[in-house]
Structure formats: structure tokens, C-alpha cells
């Protein structure tokens, strides 16, 4: 439903201080809904299977669960959990998608990590769909790179086992909500 504030202006070049003001407000205090639309996205993984052996929420989840379990930071675990959010609008560009949802909310390297993770995924799939599985080579030498590859072969390309102790979203829930809930940038 689309909502409009009757004192606000019909055009921006008409706009005044104290409207701006009240849309500054409106704005900061609505920051909590990315975290639900967020969720809403990883939730609608999970009609979206595509011939895996698990739905890729569940995908989602074991990566987020495996990175959790080796120790990494909130952010990193929040990344994790979302690196395929992407493929909830296209499966195509899905790293972008998922990179730039996170874009605000983490740190540099976790952003680039999830931008390239198909590159450094395609080490193990990508000769058989005709690609260059060595895709990753092109970010030899990045400052990240190393958190890129650890991301991509002890997370991402081993979180397809039905049978592997994946936790629920819920339990990830306080986490993306507080990663969302506070942008490091506007
Ligand atoms: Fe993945």
C-alpha cells in the first residue's frame, strides 16, 4: 500500500527544510524493516531448489551454520547466510544482488567476498558447465583474496548435505537483525 504524507511536497524542487526534516525522521526510525525484508527473501529460498540436493535456504543456512562453527565474526556469519539472497530475483547476477544488500552493513571484505564468491566457487563446477574453474585467478593478489577462498571451499561449495546439522534461521534471526538494524554508511 503506498502511503503519503498530505504536508509533503509534490516535487523536490519545491521541498522545504522542515519536510525534509520529518522525512529524515520517518526514514532513521524505519531502518528495522530491512532485516524483515531481508528475511522475507531468505525465507523464499526455500521454494527454490533448481536440481540441488537441498533448497537454498537450507543452502544459506548450512554455509552460515559452517562459518559459525569455525569461529567467524557476526558479520561475516550474517554474509554468509545471505551470499545467495540474490538468487531470490535472479540467479544470473545473484553475488552482486546479495554484495550490495550487504554493502552497508559489513566492512569492505566481507562486501567484496560475497561479489566474487562465484568466481572463487566455480574451482569446483565450472568444468563441467564449460567455464574456467581457475575464474578466481583474476583476484590473485586482492588483499581479501585469502577470506574469499576460505569462504568458497571450506563453506559455500561443501553447504549441499541433507544429512549436515544445519541450524534454523531463527537462531540467525538476532544476528541479521542487528547487522541491519545499524548501517556503517548511508
Ligand atoms: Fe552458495
Known sequence: MTTTTP?????????????WSVIATET??????????VLMLLRSLAEITDGFA?????????VATRAERAGADDEIVVAALCHD????ISVPNHPAI???????YVRDEVY???????DFQG???YQYLGMDPNAREKHRGHESFA????FADEWDQAAFDPDYDTLPLEHFEPKVRALFGSPKRL
Do not use: N, P
Open 7 to 19: 504536508t509533503s511536497f509534490r516535487r523536490m524542487d519545491e521541498s522545504t527544510a522542515e519536510q
Open 147 to 150: 577470506l574469499a577462498e576460505k
Open 112 to 118: 567484496w567476498m560475497i561479489l566474487v564468491h562465484q
Open 123 to 125: 574451482r569446483h563446477y
Open 54 to 62: 537441498v533448497d537454498q535456504l537450507t543452502h544459506c543456512l548450512q
Open 85 to 88: 539472497v540474490g538468487k531470490a
Open 28 to 37: 532513521l526510525s524505519h531502518f528495522d524493516r530491512t532485516a524483515d525484508r
Open 98 to 104: 546479495a554484495a550490495e544488500i550487504l554493502r552497508s
